[in-house]
């Protein structure tokens, strides 16, 4: 079989490379039927203000603590994308009197530059983020011990591990314009994968790894980060994988509108509900995850339609 080749990057496998009735299929979908893809495993949820979509986002760090005991810590791995959520997740655990002592956290990913993760002084740094955005705000009192905070930086192989060693709850994740959480993007179109896309087994067992990034994910970042200097983002990061996805009791997507677009909130939902788990569209891996729950807020849906600006 010939797959086509990629309108957006040649040398890579992406959701253009998909067949055109599955596009089209996508495009048509209607807010009302969004919310008809739910089933078993895969819940579709809306959000009527910004207010209640981040105060969600931010309640799903508290109810994962919660559950955290001395016999059995547990966490949340967290995304950077969206941001909006970490202050409030903050400001959550303040007024709750919530003691992390047993919590624990994941951060998703990290920029990595020559082989190394950036340290927390790069302006992009996803670790520098967490902790000044949330972790650093959180009373003295109740911060969790520095032990159970995991970031993908150092030996990988110890951050994957500790996926075995402690419950995550739920995985927290945005989703970027290439059709991927974290930074699991599609693969590069060479060596074995160069005539054929890899099969769900083989992306599904990749774990915590240095990746090198979709120049979709480069753009992106760019545009949301940076203010459009791609100079400033690294071409590769650390990210967690599926393997340790599949680790995650629940993984939760959430939707606002200004990270991926339209078409692709709607294709990626649809393959999922469909159990379409294809690699060239990384979230629609989550199609044979057993807990899956998209959020969107309602304002952010937007159409496809053809729009002259």
Same mark, same amino acid.
């Given at each position: 079989?010939?797959?086509?080749?990629?309108?957006?990057?040649?040398?890579?496998?992406?959701?253009?490379?998909?067949?055109?009735?599955?596009?089209?299929?996508?495009?048509?979908?209607?807010?009302? !039927? =969004?919310?008809?893809? *739910? %089933?078993?495993?895969? &819940? #579709? $949820?809306?959000?009527?203000?910004?207010?209640?979509?981040?105060?969600?986002?931010?309640?799903?760090?508290?109810?994962?603590?919660?559950?955290?005991?001395?016999?059995?810590?547990?966490?949340?791995?967290?995304?950077?994308?969206?941001?909006?959520?970490?202050?409030?997740?903050?400001?959550?655990?303040?007024?709750?009197?919530?003691?992390?002592?047993?919590?624990?956290?994941?951060?998703?990913?990290?920029?990595?530059?020559?082989?190394?993760?950036?340290?927390?002084?790069?302006?992009?740094?996803?670790?520098?983020?967490?902790?000044?955005?949330?972790?650093?705000?959180?009373?003295?009192?109740?911060?969790?011990?520095?032990?159970?905070?995991?970031?993908?930086?150092? !030996? =990988?192989?110890?951050? *994957? %591990?500790?996926?075995? &060693? #402690? $419950?995550?709850?739920?995985?927290?994740?945005?989703?970027?314009?290439?059709?991927?959480?974290?930074?699991?993007?599609?693969?590069?179109?060479?060596?074995?994968?160069?005539?054929?896309?890899?099969?769900?087994?083989?992306?599904?067992?990749?774990?915590?790894?240095?990746?090198?990034?979709?120049?979709?994910?480069?753009?992106?970042?760019?545009?949301?980060?940076?203010?459009?200097?791609?100079?400033?983002?690294?071409?590769?990061?650390?990210?967690?994988?599926?393997?340790?996805?599949?680790?995650?009791?629940?993984?939760?997507?959430?939707?606002?509108?200004?990270?991926?677009?339209?078409?692709?909130?709607?294709?990626?939902?649809?393959?999922?509900?469909?159990?379409?788990?294809?690699?060239?569209?990384?979230?629609?891996?989550?199609?044979?995850?057993?807990?899956?729950?998209?959020?969107?807020?309602?304002?952010?849906?937007?159409?496809?339609?053809?729009?002259?600006?």
């Amino acid at each position: 079989m010939a797959y086509p080749i990629s309108k957006l990057a040649p040398g890579w496998w992406d959701y253009t490379t998909l067949e055109p009735e599955l596009l089209r299929d996508a495009a048509r979908l209607t807010p009302k !039927d =969004l919310r008809q893809l *739910s %089933r078993p495993g895969f &819940q #579709v $949820r809306f959000y009527d203000t910004a207010q209640e979509f981040y105060c969600a986002e931010a309640l799903e760090y508290i109810d994962a603590w919660r559950q955290a005991a001395p016999d059995r810590p547990a966490g949340i791995c967290g995304p950077i994308g969206p941001t909006e959520q970490l202050p409030l997740v903050a400001r959550m655990v303040n007024a709750f009197g919530l003691n992390l002592k047993n919590a624990h956290f994941w951060g998703m990913d990290e920029w990595v530059i020559d082989g190394e993760p950036v340290a927390e002084t790069h302006p992009l740094s996803f670790a520098k983020c967490d902790r000044e955005m949330c972790f650093d705000r959180i009373e003295s009192r109740l911060r969790m011990p520095a032990e159970n905070m995991h970031f993908p930086t150092g !030996d =990988l192989k110890v951050y *994957s %591990r500790s996926y075995e &060693q #402690v $419950r995550c709850v739920l995985m927290q994740g945005g989703q970027g314009e290439i059709k991927h959480w974290a930074f699991n993007d599609p693969l590069p179109r060479k060596g074995g994968f160069k005539d054929k896309p890899p099969s769900f087994e083989e992306y599904r067992e990749l774990k915590t790894r240095i990746v090198e990034l979709h120049p979709v994910t480069i753009i992106q970042n760019a545009r949301t980060s940076g203010g459009g200097n791609v100079d400033l983002v690294p071409t590769h990061a650390a990210t967690v994988g599926p393997w340790e996805t599949w680790k995650a009791e629940k993984v939760s997507i959430w939707h606002p509108g200004h990270h991926d677009n339209p078409f692709g909130m709607r294709l990626t939902a649809l393959m999922i509900s469909k159990g379409l788990a294809d690699p060239r569209v990384p979230m629609s891996m989550l199609a044979r995850h057993p807990n899956v729950q998209f959020n969107y807020l309602q304002s952010g849906i937007g159409s496809v339609v053809v729009e002259m600006h």
